[in-house]
């Protein structure tokens, strides 16, 4: 897939978003910031800023249906796994040291927690997160389970026709209310509209465009149920979401535009690099940051120095751990993941050959 430098800044104001919600707003509500109060006025609009985790997920469907129509399920496995895995065992150590020694009670973690969330599978296994953020990773992890079960049974060609039916039964499980399950509603929503855009982008259809507008519903009526639930809705903040998420939707739409797809954006190939690092390790580490250093009265220049210092570990991050160490994460992984998954694919093959033949001659 070419690189789309508009999607790459997307990614990457999607990140700011989330960095300033935490920073400015949740971390104060839930109380893991405890030295400075809400900045007035900022604190109205940073409080959206969780929505910046819809578009992410909009971004990863659109990416991941190109890289799973010209991928096998074996290098499929190993490059959503070298995506996420280096940099966030790196997340996880990073805000572990700091949490062991200024974590407190809020943000304390302990050497069973660290060891379960370097398999990135906590919270199915009921531990707790070592930071907050890393709740939205199994959403891309099963959204990635999901696509890599179509592609290892050979479903690569019919993965459009999938995607649309995977579409209609969110529509269908919304009005008979069991679209709590998984990949029945919910996020999903947001993953399954950037596939569907993605699919647009290549070739329009009314079909297409119809789910997409119900997703767009579904997954917005989502948002705003999840923020009443919540004690915090009301009409206003209902009109700002549904403000917020259709801004989403219409950006996907002028970036399949030719004109919006083509542009060439000075930093972006850097940009969309950091965002992953970026989310990674600002939440926890930058509210110890806050309870450390700020005040009232300096808390704006220590949010500047606190930003900046997110993205110098972020390049860090980027460039030691993910480009420096390449390598090693593509021998590493081309060995425990992508050799295993060919050789057990291939062997499935030859048992269904073998099946389709001997059904042949019957």
């Known amino acids: 897939m070419k690189r789309l430098e508009l999607l790459d800044y997307a990614r990457h104001f ?28 900022l604190t109205e609009i940073t409080k959206y800023g969780y929505l910046g985790v819809d578009l992410f997920f909009m971004i990863s469907g659109y990416v991941i249906f190109y890289s799973a129509k010209n ?11 070298i995506r996420l ?4 065992w790196f997340a996880v150590i990073f805000t572990a040291t700091f949490a062991y020694f200024l974590g407190g009670e809020s943000m304390s973690v302990n050497i069973k927690t660290v060891l379960v969330n370097l398999t990135m599978l906590q919270s199915m296994l009921g531990v707790s997160d070592v930071d907050g953020v890393y709740w939205t990773l199994i959403f891309e992890l099963k959204f990635y389970l999901l696509i890599f079960a179509l592609l290892f049974i050979g479903l690569q060609n019919q993965l459009e026709k ?4 995977w579409a209609a039964v969110i529509v269908a499980s919304y009005f008979i209310g069991i679209g709590e399950h998984v990949y029945m509603g919910g996020y999903y929503c947001f993953f399954v509209s950037g596939a569907l855009f993605a699919m647009l982008k290549e070739r329009f259809s009314f079909t297409r465009l119809i789910m997409l507008a119900a997703l767009y519903i579904i997954g917005t ?5 999840r923020r009443e639930l919540s004690g915090h809705g009301s009409s206003s903040e209902s009109f700002i979401i549904l403000a917020v998420i259709t801004i989403f939707y219409l950006f996907f739409f002028l970036q399949n535009t030719t004109t919006f797809g083509k ?10 690099a950091l965002t992953y690092p970026i989310y990674l390790i600002h939440a926890h580490f930058g509210y110890m940051m806050l309870n450390k250093f700020a005040t009232n009265e300096n808390k704006v220049y220590v949010y500047v120095l606190l930003i900046a210092s997110v993205y110098l570990i972020a390049t860090l991050i980027h460039f030691i751990i993910e480009k420096r160490l390449s390598s090693v994460w593509k021998s590493l992984f081309a060995f425990v993941i992508e050799k295993p998954v060919a050789q057990t694919q291939l062997y499935f093959d030859t048992i269904k050959h073998q099946i389709i033949k001997t059904k042949e001659k019957a």
């Not at 991928?71 to 796994?81: H, L, M, T």
């Not at 895995?85 to 966030?88: E, G, H, R, S």
């Open 14 to 41: 999607a990140a700011l978003m989330v960095v300033l919600f935490h920073y400015t707003f949740n971390g104060i509500n839930n109380g893991k910031v405890y030295t400075i109060d809400f900045i007035p006025g």
């Open 71 to 81: 991928r096998s399920a074996a290098k499929f496995a190993a490059s959503r796994v």
């Open 85 to 88: 895995y280096p940099a966030y």
């Open 162 to 165: 999938i995607i649309i039916g």
């Open 221 to 225: 009526l989502y948002m705003i149920n």
């Open 263 to 272: 542009l060439k954006l000075k930093g972006s190939k850097l940009a969309g």
